[in-house]
């Protein structure tokens, strides 16, 4: 029996999502093989094909796109095996968008190659997938050198791990003796023991003259079982260890050639002022790293280093991983969404649930804006104080995710608009923080009808 809804409310029929832009494409992307979906044909036949990864067939794909009169391609991004496809597709003029996988994981239907191709096309014509970023070509190979860089430098430290585990399995406390293996002290003592010297009494007379301990309290440390198989495994670490510092090195020295390319014509030649923080400037110039951070000041327009807790390592990661255009964050807020260091507070039914992490793949600049804000903790700044308060407040972990975030903001502001960066000292933040409280106080005071008075001091 058939009921009309008189006097009930109208029920509108469901209309289909309006396409946007017909000639795009979707690419499903594996090790082995390329599923590239096309605009739909006037006969309604899908139109599927399949490429190779091969170089020749990456060209016939976008030989292909042409073709078909294609202007956008959505592909995933799947691992690294997008990045060939993408850099052949942008050389040859193409809107290319990389999507997140997990915005198709629950698409409807059975998950197949030739089913996630159709599903990419159809959202991309929809206007429904949202790429991610990247960078403009010329930081994208700054990018890659420093991220190689970075392994680098996680080698490093292995090797010199396993230097210390070769000395401790012959009882050789190189560790007690002096603060850091890798110091000069440290290396010197190893370098003499892989050359075969085993007096403790000379390894300990190859001390720094800025050792704290003395030769005799060195020495006590430095009696071992010298057993073959050991000093075996220190040569290795060692030999591998000069290895990667010399391609340490190489890497710095090819990243610093590029940022010199990048820099602007009427910036090449401009002086840079010296880091007006004493300690810091004392500290880049004994690791070397003042004609870095020149190059950085060139290449960026402003000093990033002169934020606390930024050194001539973070700024290089920040200038590498994003660049200097900031055009593609409308806003600090957009910046410091994409880094994740924005509180999640997720609602449901209009109470907040519990929390997970707030992501699972944070970004380098992010995980570097941790460690600086980390090394803000003790500082006489007002990041310092600030951190000290939230610290106080709530947490340390709290603390750093906020302090990362302050840093983020002021690099945006940096280079977004030229900002210089000043900082008012711990005792001014105190002061003006003081100042906000007192005045909050007032006026909550003032609503319940009494004054507040200061407490007289004795």
């Not at 060209?59 to 294609?70: I, R, T």
């Amino acid at each position: 029996m058939h009921r009309n809804n008189k006097g009930g409310k109208r029920k509108n029929a469901v209309q289909s999502i309006p396409v946007v832009n017909p000639k795009v494409a979707g690419v499903d992307i594996s090790s082995t093989e390329l599923w590239v979906c096309g605009p739909a044909r006037a006969d309604r036949e899908v139109n599927v094909r399949v490429f190779s990864v091969t170089t020749p067939q990456l060209h016939a794909l976008a030989d292909w796109l042409q073709e078909q009169q294609v202007e956008s391609v959505a592909m995933e991004s799947t691992s690294v095996y997008w990045i060939p496809l993408y850099e052949v597709l942008e050389a040859k003029g193409f809107e290319v968008l990389l999507v997140n996988a997990r915005q198709l994981r629950h698409v409807p239907g059975r998950k197949t190659d030739m089913q996630d191709c159709q599903w990419l096309q159809l959202l991309h014509s929809c206007g429904l997938l949202r790429g991610s970023f990247r960078p403009q070509e010329s930081i994208c190979c700054l990018r890659a050198l420093n991220r190689q860089l970075a392994n680098l430098v996680a080698e490093r430290s292995k090797a010199v791990q396993w230097m210390q585990k070769a000395l401790d399995q012959m009882n050789v406390l190189v560790h007690r003796a002096v603060s850091d293996l890798s110091g000069v002290t440290g290396m010197a003592i190893v370098r003499a023991i892989v050359e075969g010297e085993r007096d403790p009494r000379k390894l300990a007379e190859l001390r720094d003259k800025r050792c704290r301990k003395s030769v005799d309290q060195i020495a006590e440390y430095l009696t071992g079982t010298w057993r073959e198989e050991h000093v075996f495994n220190l040569r290795s670490a060692l030999v591998l260890y000069d290895h990667l510092n010399q391609q340490i090195v190489t890497y710095e020295e090819k990243i610093q050639d590029e940022i010199r390319a990048l820099q602007p014509p009427e910036r090449r030649d401009q002086p840079v002022d010296a880091p007006t923080n004493p300690v810091k400037h004392k500290s880049m110039k004994r690791l070397g790293e003042l004609e870095m951070r020149a190059d950085l000041c060139r290449f960026a327009g402003v000093d990033l280093t002169a934020i606390d807790g930024i050194s001539v390592g973070t700024a290089r990661v920040i200038l590498t991983e994003v660049g200097i255009d900031m055009c593609a964050f409308p806003s600090q807020k957009d910046f410091v969404s994409w880094l994740r260091l924005s509180p999640r507070t997720p609602i449901s039914g209009g109470k907040p649930v519990n929390k997970r992490n707030n992501g699972f793949g944070a970004t380098r600049v992010a995980a570097t804006l941790r460690m600086a804000a980390l090394t803000l903790r003790r500082s006489n700044t007002a990041l310092g104080a600030s951190y000290r308060r939230i610290a106080r407040r709530k947490s340390g972990k709290v603390a750093v995710f906020a302090t990362a975030r302050r840093l983020a903001e002021i690099v945006y502001r940096m280079l977004r608009f030229g900002h210089d960066y000043v900082d008012i000292g711990a005792q001014a933040y105190e002061d003006r923080f003081r100042h906000r409280k007192l005045t909050v106080l007032s006026a909550s005071a003032d609503q319940l009808g009494y004054i507040l008075v200061a407490k007289p001091v004795s």
